[in-house]
């Protein structure tokens, strides 16, 4: 059974830092990963997709990167700024005999103070 | 493009009541897939639609069910409802299985 863990469960940063968020899954199997944020109430805007085959994907102030075979994600925001306040999710989507469907993390709560 | 959608935003049910609820998937996307986000389970997998076939199921009871209509529309039902059903249900879509996946802002079911 597929299980992704997001490290750390809460972060707050001062505007204008670089972080990185961690999301590690056990099985490597995966078809693909996706970075997602979430803010209060409201459902979840995808941020970057990456497929198995691939090591990172960028777009704009975000990079993300995939080591699949330590079974590990980045999440890397450059330049933090308070709009980016929300709580980031990744989600592993199964491969092989599984596919299709997508495991979520806990998520990490990122507050980006002026 | 317009977004996913889905109706109601709000619901209040008493147990053992049922409930439908509706995701319209973005134009030319054919899979439709559902989960419920809880504050202690975070966001777990219901269902996987694509060209009205279930694809995959999650780890939920038979009183979760759903149905995928031939314009990739989507209804998920819930039958006697029980307290711990209180969650947001959010619906996505994608254009094929496995493709990136687009979020609706969801439906909050609120079980008395």
């Known amino acids: 059974k597929q299980e992704v863990t997001q490290i750390p469960a809460a972060l707050s940063v001062p505007e204008g830092e670089n972080l990185v968020l961690n999301c590690s899954f056990t099985?490597?199997?995966?078809?693909?990963l996706q970075w997602f944020r979430q803010d209060p109430g409201k459902g979840l805007t995808s941020l970057l997709l990456?497929?198995?085959?691939?090591r990172e994907q960028t777009s704009g102030r975000l990079n993300a990167s995939l080591d699949k075979s330590s079974g590990r994600s980045t999440l890397y925001i450059a330049a933090s700024q308070p709009g980016d306040s929300a709580t980031y999710l990744c989600?592993?989507?199964?491969?092989?005999?599984?596919?299709?469907?997508?495991?979520f993390g806990q998520g990490t709560i990122l507050t980006v103070h002026p | 493009k317009a977004g996913v959608t889905q109706t109601p935003r709000y619901l209040i049910k008493t147990r053992g009541q049922q409930v439908t609820l509706s995701c319209s998937p973005i134009?030319?996307?054919?899979?439709v897939s559902w989960y419920q986000q809880t504050p202690g389970q975070g966001l777990q997998f219901l269902f996987e639609?694509?060209?009205?076939?279930?694809?995959n199921k999650g780890n939920f009871p038979g009183r979760f069910s759903g149905r995928q209509f031939s314009n990739s529309r989507s209804e998920m039902n819930v039958s006697t409802l029980e307290l711990g059903d209180s969650a947001l249900y959010l619906c996505?879509?994608?254009?094929?299985?496995?493709?990136?996946?687009?979020f609706g802002p969801g439906t909050r079911l609120t079980v008395l």
């Open positions: 996505a879509s994608s254009w094929r299985e496995g493709s990136e996946q687009f």
């Open positions: 099985d490597s199997a995966i078809y693909n």
């Open positions: 990456i497929q198995s085959s691939q």
């Open positions: 989600a592993v989507r199964a491969g092989g005999t599984s596919y299709g469907k997508l495991t």
């Open positions: 134009s030319g996307h054919r899979s």
């Open positions: 639609y694509f060209s009205e076939t279930q694809r």
